[in-house]
């Protein structure tokens, strides 16, 4: 009898021996997989970032593409959330930074348009970015600000937006005159039979950025 309880001692003991020895080997693999946790900061990265647009000429509206090579950024201070760096933004564009590959047309965007709207830079921020990938920004021409919608993406640190504008919410339509007048030539299609200088109000606009990303 003596020899049956001597054993089950033992094995009791081996037991608890066995379960305590899990339970450490357990909670330092949970410790190590804590102290490997990874905390990431995002910020504005200026070197990753591009403002595109896409006028549009002819009776059949045929775009005309071209950048800002200048964009002036405040805000963007290093965040957990990269969604509250990108509202955080503002912005301006100084409309003699514009490039569309041809220096003559781009003078006579800046002097025509530009000027016939007395504009020479271009500003704005990020109102509001929602959860169904819409973003709201204010965007000041001409002394009139207005709300812009448009769709966004935000894939960890990589954004952009796409949004379509009208010219004439700014009280565009001096600038569309005189800029048409000037290219009168260039702004109607002969080879389609255009007999009808247009340029169109309408402006597609586009914006990427990659923020910069720092995990510790």
Same mark, same amino acid.
């Given at each position: ?72 950024? &405040?805000?963007?201070?290093?965040? &957990? ?29 800046? &002097? ?97 950025? &990659? ?6």
């Amino acid at each position: 009898m003596r020899k049956n309880t001597k054993f089950l001692f033992v094995a009791l003991a081996g037991l608890m021996m066995s379960s305590c020895a899990g339970e450490t080997e357990t909670t330092e693999t949970a410790v190590a997989e804590v102290e490997k946790t990874e905390t990431c900061y995002y910020s504005y990265d200026a070197a990753n970032s591009e403002m595109s647009f896409t006028a549009y000429k002819f009776l059949g509206k045929v775009g005309v593409g071209g950048t800002f090579t200048q964009i002036n950024v &405040e805000g963007g201070e290093k965040n &957990e959330d990269a969604k509250a760096v990108i509202e955080g933004l503002s912005f301006n564009i100084p409309i003699s930074s514009i490039s569309t590959k041809d220096v003559s047309r781009d003078g006579k965007i800046n &002097e025509f348009f530009f000027g016939g709207i007395n504009t020479e830079v271009i500003s704005g921020e990020v109102k509001s970015l929602d959860d169904s990938g819409k973003a709201v920004l204010a965007i000041t021409m001409n002394s009139i600000t207005k709300d812009v919608e448009g769709a966004y993406t935000l894939n960890d640190n990589a954004f952009s937006f796409d949004a379509e504008i009208d010219v004439l919410n700014w009280d565009g339509q001096a600038g569309i005159d005189a800029l048409n007048e000037e290219c009168k030539e260039l702004h109607t299609d002969f080879a389609n039979g255009d007999t009808e200088s247009k340029l169109w109000p309408d402006v597609t606009i586009s914006f990427s950025t &990659e923020l910069k990303k720092e995990c510790e």
